[in-house]
């Protein structure tokens, strides 16, 4: 049981990063960004998280 749950958990915190780049995605759609835009913002919060 203790794996399932791990598994769960490992599926869930892979489900946060996957949401916000579609978050992300469908805000730039909206303001018209280009998507070398959202590869730089993208790219700005990841290292920002990764500090």
């Given at each position: 049981m203790k794996?399932?749950?791990s598994k769960g958990t490992a599926s869930e915190k892979?489900?946060?990063p996957?949401?916000?780049s579609k978050i992300l995605?469908?805000?730039c759609d909206?303001?018209?960004a280009p998507k070398?835009?959202?590869c730089a913002i993208n790219l700005a919060?990841?290292?920002r998280t990764s500090i």
């Amino acid at each position: 049981m203790k794996i399932e749950e791990s598994k769960g958990t490992a599926s869930e915190k892979g489900a946060v990063p996957f949401d916000f780049s579609k978050i992300l995605t469908y805000v730039c759609d909206i303001i018209g960004a280009p998507k070398e835009m959202y590869c730089a913002i993208n790219l700005a919060v990841e290292w920002r998280t990764s500090i």
